[in-house]
């Protein structure tokens, strides 16, 4: 890593929540009335993420395979931030399984809820898994695609955390196709820390997991192909775990 590197990296992530002051406070006439208003505040954060990400730190982002438009699950393998912006921008109606602790964020909390996602307790297992069942149940009229982390928190490249079967319990209550989502962004943009690496950044949505499929097999299936697809991102871009 070059010197510039290290300096430029600080530059961008001050910008960045900058950003989403401005860009929050710009769009809050027609956001706060408007749905469509506040998702389209949003997906101008990510454009603007996703080119300063690339103008300062050199990291480059490509979205692989077909997006889904209409109404799905989108359950993907999470490692930074950079994936959120990534799957959001990518779909026209993306809405998050988020937790709870966000919706107190300034400006990303209230927006967020704005957009329809669902904040979830992660704390009793049994308890959040029924209330975000009942929230997502409450929000199915609104269209969209549903987003949701199945290992629930960031997972750095080569750490290992067990899939949680709520992804599978929604699944199988909605009754709509499933389409995962591998990784690589951790790599450049990490868990933790402010450097940002140079590199190309890539969430690929793989082929959709119909609905009809029971439980426990559908969780299979969703890890191999999330972990296998993330790994081979992985090693494109030189890691080995």
Not at 119 to 128: D, E, I, L, Q
Not at 167 to 189: H, I, K, R
Request: hydrophobic letters at 50%.
């Amino acid at each position: 890593m070059t010197p510039i590197r290290w300096l430029l990296s600080p530059v961008f992530v001050v910008q960045m929540y900058l950003a989403m002051a401005v860009i929050a406070v710009v769009f809050a006439p027609w956001a706060l009335f408007s749905r469509t208003g506040a998702r389209a505040a949003c997906k101008t954060y990510c454009r603007w993420v996703i080119f300063t990400l690339r103008l300062l730190c050199g990291t480059r982002c490509e979205v692989r395979g077909t997006p889904p438009t209409g109404e799905a699950v989108i359950a993907a393998k999470h490692q930074s931030f950079l994936d959120i912006i990534l799957i959001f921008n990518a779909v026209p109606a993306g809405k998050f399984i988020m937790k709870r602790e966000l919706i107190y964020t300034p400006f990303l909390g209230q927006y967020a809820l704005k957009i329809g996602c669902v904040p979830v307790n992660r704390g009793k297992r049994g308890a959040a898994i029924t209330k975000m069942k009942a929230d997502v149940a409450a929000g199915a009229a609104e269209p969209g695609q549903l987003i949701i982390y199945p290992q629930g928190t960031r997972v750095a490249p080569g750490a290992t955390l067990p899939y949680k079967v709520g992804t599978g319990l929604l699944y199988e209550q909605l009754g709509q196709p499933c389409v995962p989502v591998a990784a690589n962004v951790g790599l450049f943009w990490p868990k933790r820390g402010i450097l940002r690496k140079p590199g190309l950044a890539v969430v690929e949505f793989l082929d959709p997991i119909a609905p009809g499929v029971k439980v426990q097999e559908f969780m299979a299936r969703l890890e191999t192909e999330i972990e296998t697809h993330s790994n081979r991102l992985m090693a494109e871009a030189g890691f080995r775990a």
